[in-house]
């Protein structure tokens, strides 16, 4: 589990987060393109294609997420917004499973159909709003934050050069680190 996690002051479930969502907005606005007309037939195939990409790419978002999330104290506030996080991401999540499943008719010829735009708008908000609270958990609630500013360069940039233990103050926030 602790390998899921990534090293301390480089987490490994933030760049993973950056690949599954550039790749579901990207299906959104494939799909909004298809829809308004630009280039119908191609948008529609990139919109699929990328909605599955999305899904295959959130398998690892979401292992990495879920081992950070086992490590917060439940019941504590950090714990109540990863965990609306988590029920958004899922939520999302399977918004574009269906969109994907119910969307392949229409991949097959061509043309985003009016269910799978429906199922891909409402996945990118739920998207959106887990965005949100990742953020609050990481940038309000610090969580995985080391907050060295005066750290040497040749330090800050070395793997394993810092313990999140030995972390200075705030951050730790319910956190088991
Ligand atoms: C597609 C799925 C997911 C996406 C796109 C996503 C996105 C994000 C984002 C944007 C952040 C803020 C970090 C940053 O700004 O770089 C974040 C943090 C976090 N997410 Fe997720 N998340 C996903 C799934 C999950 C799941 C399923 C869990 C828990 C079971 C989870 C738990 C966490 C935790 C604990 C943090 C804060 C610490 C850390 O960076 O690991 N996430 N997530």
Do not use: C, Q
């Amino acid at each position: 589990m602790d390998l899921l996690r990534g090293l301390p002051g480089h987490p490994l479930h933030p760049p993973l987060t950056d690949a599954a969502i550039g790749i579901y907005t990207a299906s959104t606005a494939f799909a909004l393109l298809s829809v308004l007309g630009v280039s119908e037939r191609n948008t529609a195939t990139a919109w699929w294609l990328a909605l599955v990409l999305g899904l295959v790419a959130t398998v690892p978002t979401a292992l990495t997420g879920l081992a950070d999330w086992l490590r917060i104290t439940r019941g504590t506030e950090l714990w109540k917004t990863a965990t609306a996080h988590l029920a958004a991401m899922a939520s999302g999540t399977v918004f574009f499973l269906l969109a994907a499943v119910v969307g392949h008719g229409g991949y097959v010829d061509g043309e985003v159909t009016g269910g799978g735009l429906v199922l891909t708008l409402a996945g990118f908000g739920l998207l959106t709003l887990g965005g949100w609270l990742g953020g609050s958990i990481v940038f309000v609630h610090g969580m995985r934050v080391l907050k060295l500013v005066d750290e040497p360069f040749e330090r800050a940039v070395t793997p394993a050069a810092h313990s999140e233990k030995r972390a200075a103050s705030g951050g730790s926030g319910g956190h088991r680190r």
